[in-house]
């Protein structure tokens, strides 16, 4: 086979490609097998004929638009491979030259990566944040606790701090519009708990079961929701039990109800290594974090428009499951944000598109420079971990064993073995 490349822009590539007799012999052949089940010949069984009797009898048509596919598909799957291309669309293929088995040329035209440059990572170092662990915040741990399992005992009089009230709510803004989002029905809330926006339990400290209230607070300048960050909702709400929060006293006894502990002691030691375990976790996370972002800041990658657009159809599907699961529609999401469609794609799916796929691309660069791989017996010793985790979970059982989750696993543990490396 001979390979001809031309590089048409960054991200765009052609191959010339011939290939001659020896090249084709073994591929028609194996085109042949797969027919010959299909054929039937007097004095043979089903799929048992000598395949030079199966050629003479088959359908030439068929023999040949079979071939041309097989063919084409697999001398430019070689010929990628040996170029090191990364393809990322359907390739246009147009045949130059056709002899029957004998000889074919064709030229295939590709977006791919284009070239990715990866700075000296070894010398880009984070430091890692420093976590520490004090009374206090056991002490919190423990309040919560308290609260949790505390006995709620309904009353009748003004809800004040430390009462749990239930709650329907809603929000509207300052053209009367309702508010996504900002409504519940029955909602728990510990008042003092600072659960909400601030301001919103101080209104509530006083109101009766059955009372009713609207009044108006301003969302924080730093809100998640970027179309209400500083901005006044007019809540309704109407209060529907007040209880009474009888909270556990601090004790062995209160101890031993949490978990297997003999003392209060042994609880409060036992917070304090978890507190410790999951600081540690979240400092390795950021630190991680930080330093994947320090190298992509320094690599170059040549995308191709076409990556880029699928990236933002996948984000933006990605999005849309994400609401359905919060309750609300793309739709009212944009409305909420004050973007339209177009201008959520543009300012930030689109930056997003390309910063995730340069970061995937230098991640996978970085594994093939350092020789880094998963083995089959690490990735199936994961796939029975995660199995044990789902244990009476048979829908999820079998998506573990779908090729293509089983894949997205394998990616995702060679992620974790370049973080690793990089980290260290």
């Given at each position: 086979?001979?390979?001809?490349?031309?590089?048409?822009?960054?991200t765009?590539v052609?191959l010339?490609i011939?290939a001659?007799?020896a090249?084709?012999?073994s591929?028609?052949?194996h085109v042949?097998k797969?027919?010959?089940?299909d054929?039937?010949?007097q004095?043979?069984?089903?799929?048992?004929a000598?395949?030079?009797?199966?050629?003479k009898n088959?359908?030439?048509?068929l023999?040949q638009?079979?071939?041309?596919d097989?063919?084409?598909?697999h001398l430019?799957?070689t010929?990628a491979?040996?170029?090191?291309l990364?393809?990322v669309?359907r390739p246009?293929?147009q045949?130059?030259?056709?002899?029957?088995?004998?000889?074919?040329?064709?030229?295939?035209?590709t977006?791919v990566?284009?070239e990715?440059?990866?700075?000296n990572?070894?010398?880009?170092?984070v430091?890692?944040?420093?976590?520490?662990v004090?009374?206090?915040d056991?002490?919190e741990?423990?309040?919560?606790?308290?609260?949790?399992m505390?006995?709620?005992k309904?009353?009748?009089?003004?809800?004040?701090?430390?009462d749990q009230?239930v709650?329907?709510?809603a929000?509207?803004d300052?053209?009367?519009?309702?508010?996504?989002?900002?409504e519940?029905k029955d909602?728990?809330?510990?008042?003092?708990s600072?659960?909400f926006?601030?301001?919103?339990?101080?209104?509530?400290?006083g109101?009766?079961?059955g009372?009713?209230?609207?009044?108006?607070?301003t969302f924080?300048k730093?809100?998640?929701?970027?179309?209400?960050?500083?901005?006044?909702v007019?809540f309704?709400?109407?209060?529907?039990t007040v209880?009474?929060?009888?909270?556990?006293?601090?004790?062995?006894?209160?101890?031993s109800k949490?978990?297997p502990?003999?003392?209060?002691?042994?609880?409060k030691?036992?917070?304090?290594?978890?507190?410790?375990?999951?600081?540690?976790?979240e400092a390795?996370?950021?630190?991680?974090s930080e330093?994947?972002q320090?190298?992509a800041?320094?690599?170059?990658v040549?995308?191709?428009e076409?990556l880029i657009?699928?990236?933002v159809?996948y984000?933006?599907?990605e999005?849309?499951?994400?609401?359905?699961y919060?309750?609300?529609t793309?739709?009212?999401?944009l409305k909420?944000?004050?973007?339209?469609?177009?201008?959520?794609?543009?300012?930030i799916?689109r930056?997003?598109?390309e910063?995730q796929?340069k970061t995937?691309?230098?991640?996978s660069e970085?594994?093939?420079k350092?020789k880094?791989?998963v083995?089959?017996?690490?990735?199936?010793i994961?796939?029975?971990?995660?199995k044990?985790?789902?244990?009476?979970d048979?829908?999820?059982q079998?998506e573990?064993?779908?090729?293509?989750n089983?894949q997205?696993?394998?990616?995702?543990?060679?992620t974790?073995?370049?973080?690793?490396l990089?980290?260290k």
């Amino acid at each position: 086979m001979n390979i001809k490349r031309t590089n048409k822009s960054d991200t765009e590539v052609t191959l010339a490609i011939s290939a001659t007799a020896a090249d084709l012999s073994s591929i028609k052949q194996h085109v042949l097998k797969r027919l010959a089940s299909d054929v039937k010949m007097q004095g043979f069984r089903k799929g048992t004929a000598p395949l030079a009797l199966v050629e003479k009898n088959i359908d030439q048509n068929l023999l040949q638009t079979e071939f041309l596919d097989e063919a084409m598909t697999h001398l430019y799957s070689t010929a990628a491979q040996e170029e090191k291309l990364r393809p990322v669309t359907r390739p246009d293929v147009q045949i130059k030259k056709f002899v029957p088995f004998t000889e074919l040329e064709f030229e295939v035209t590709t977006s791919v990566v284009g070239e990715v440059k990866l700075p000296n990572y070894k010398t880009i170092k984070v430091e890692k944040p420093k976590i520490s662990v004090v009374a206090k915040d056991v002490d919190e741990v423990v309040k919560s606790l308290q609260t949790r399992m505390a006995e709620r005992k309904e009353v009748e009089r003004a809800a004040k701090n430390g009462d749990q009230v239930v709650i329907d709510f809603a929000g509207k803004d300052d053209k009367g519009e309702p508010v996504s989002g900002a409504e519940g029905k029955d909602y728990p809330l510990v008042l003092g708990s600072n659960a909400f926006i601030p301001g919103f339990e101080d209104n509530l400290v006083g109101l009766k079961p059955g009372e009713q209230k609207t009044f108006t607070v301003t969302f924080p300048k730093d809100y998640g929701v970027a179309a209400l960050a500083s901005k006044d909702v007019t809540f309704a709400v109407t209060v529907k039990t007040v209880s009474e929060m009888i909270e556990a006293k601090v004790d062995d006894e209160f101890a031993s109800k949490v978990g297997p502990f003999k003392t209060v002691a042994e609880l409060k030691a036992d917070i304090k290594k978890q507190l410790t375990a999951e600081r540690e976790a979240e400092a390795n996370k950021t630190q991680q974090s930080e330093l994947v972002q320090k190298i992509a800041d320094k690599t170059t990658v040549a995308l191709p428009e076409a990556l880029i657009d699928q990236q933002v159809v996948y984000n933006i599907d990605e999005t849309r499951r994400n609401l359905t699961y919060r309750g609300q529609t793309y739709e009212e999401f944009l409305k909420a944000e004050g973007l339209s469609e177009e201008e959520y794609k543009t300012t930030i799916l689109r930056p997003q598109a390309e910063q995730q796929l340069k970061t995937s691309i230098m991640l996978s660069e970085i594994a093939e420079k350092e020789k880094l791989s998963v083995t089959p017996e690490e990735l199936e010793i994961r796939i029975q971990l995660l199995k044990g985790q789902y244990a009476q979970d048979q829908l999820m059982q079998a998506e573990l064993d779908k090729p293509e989750n089983r894949q997205d696993i394998a990616s995702r543990m060679l992620t974790e073995k370049v973080l690793e490396l990089l980290s260290k």
